[in-house]
């Protein structure tokens, strides 16, 4: 799973100031919570009841792309399920695609596609999380992923949660969209 950020590799520096005795810069930092991927939890509520199935997305998480990308190509319930199945992703697109080099992402944006951790960089796969209800999908998202939005399909439509919100209450992710644009 790829949801453990080091949240301390890069930080925030809250202010600096030069020593006029020493001449260096001296610098306060804090660990930085907003790194440059904009992780995502990606999830699809099953109908059989067994709880809600969910894939860590690493980049591009954001509304306008991995929401637009759900929204228009990943419709279908079948869809969602192929999507789901690649595991973990470290981009999302309109295809599925094949496999492909991990680090090609010219052949990668040329296809459209998926790069998912398993099928393309060859790590262990681990197929999904199984979660027990939406708020469960939202503390994964929060204190595993450190992601910033949470989509899940449920009943035909999909459904986003912004981290930043704090209302835990899901809403029509077209909605969201219509207000983008």
Same mark, same amino acid.
């Given at each position: 799973?790829?949801?453990?950020?080091?949240?301390?590799?890069? &930080? &925030?520096?809250?202010?600096?100031?030069?020593?006029?005795?020493?001449?260096?810069?001296? /610098?306060?930092? !804090?660990?930085?919570?907003?790194?440059?991927?904009?992780?995502?939890? %990606? @999830? !699809?509520?099953?109908?059989?009841?067994?709880? %809600? !199935?969910? %894939?860590?997305?690493?980049?591009? @998480? +954001?509304?306008?792309? /991995?929401?637009?990308?759900? #929204?228009?190509?990943?419709?279908?319930?079948?869809? &969602?399920?192929?999507?789901?199945?690649?595991? #973990?992703?470290?981009?999302?697109?309109?295809?599925?695609?094949?496999?492909?080099?991990?680090?090609?992402?010219? =052949?990668? /944006?040329?296809?459209?596609?998926?790069?998912? +951790?398993?099928?393309?960089?060859?790590?262990?796969? !681990?197929?999904?999380?199984?979660?027990?209800?939406?708020?469960? =999908? %939202?503390?994964?998202?929060?204190?595993?992923? #450190? /992601?910033?939005?949470?989509?899940?399909?449920?009943? @035909? +439509?999909?459904?986003?949660?912004?981290?930043?919100?704090?209302?835990?209450?899901?809403?029509?992710?077209?909605?969201?969209?219509?207000?983008?644009?």
């Amino acid at each position: 799973m790829h949801c453990s950020p080091n949240l301390f590799s890069e &930080v &925030v520096i809250l202010n600096y100031s030069t020593d006029p005795q020493l001449g260096l810069v001296v /610098a306060k930092y !804090k660990p930085n919570k907003k790194v440059m991927a904009t992780r995502a939890v %990606i @999830g !699809k509520l099953q109908t059989d009841g067994s709880g %809600i !199935k969910a %894939i860590y997305l690493h980049s591009d @998480g +954001y509304l306008e792309h /991995a929401g637009r990308i759900l #929204d228009e190509h990943y419709r279908d319930e079948s869809k &969602v399920d192929e999507l789901l199945a690649l595991g #973990d992703l470290s981009a999302i697109d309109k295809n599925i695609g094949n496999k492909i080099e991990f680090g090609n992402y010219k =052949l990668r /944006a040329e296809n459209k596609q998926c790069v998912a +951790y398993h099928r393309d960089r060859g790590e262990q796969h !681990k197929h999904f999380d199984l979660l027990d209800s939406e708020l469960d =999908l %939202i503390k994964f998202a929060k204190r595993s992923c #450190d /992601a910033e939005y949470v989509y899940m399909f449920a009943f @035909g +439509y999909w459904y986003v949660y912004s981290v930043e919100d704090n209302t835990y209450e899901f809403v029509e992710l077209e909605d969201e969209l219509y207000v983008l644009k």
